[in-house]
Nanobody
Framework: QVQLVESGGGLVQPGGSLRLSCVASGSFLGIDAMGWYRQAPGNQRELVARITSGGTTNYEDSVKGRFTISRDNAKNTVYLQMNSLKPEDTAVYYC?????????????WGQGTQVTVSS
């Protein structure tokens, strides 16, 4: 069994910053790509940023230049540094990862962390 636990969400004013963290735990041999998704009320869940095991990143267009995804493989942790936050960034942010296990590939989601950008 594998598990992802996010932290770091909260309320921030427009223009502010937040750093999200997601720690993986459980029984696995390795972690492939890790990513952050978000879902605002009434909207579909969308990819925000993704990072491969080798460090290649890609971002949703609206967050390019403002958000940075990184990972610490030794700590099984992925981060999302969010700067210059806008009200439209308000959403529940979910961590996702692809695990390599003895039972095969496993895709897992965290429980989500709320990010609210408001004055």
């Amino acid at each position: 069994q594998v598990q992802l636990v996010e932290s770091g969400g909260g309320l921030v004013q427009p223009g502010g910053s937040l750093r999200l963290s997601c720690v993986a735990s459980g029984s696995f041999l390795g972690i492939d790509a890790m990513g952050w998704y978000r879902q605002a009320p009434g909207n579909q869940r969308e990819l925000v940023a993704r990072i491969t095991s080798g460090g290649t990143t890609n971002y949703e267009d609206s967050v390019k230049g403002r958000f940075t995804i990184s990972r610490d493989n030794a700590k099984n942790t992925v981060y999302l540094q969010m700067n210059s936050l806008k009200p439209e960034d308000t959403a529940v942010y979910y961590c996702n990862a692809g695990f390599v296990t003895i039972w095969g590939a496993r895709d897992s989601w965290g429980q989500g962390t709320q990010v609210t950008v408001s004055s």
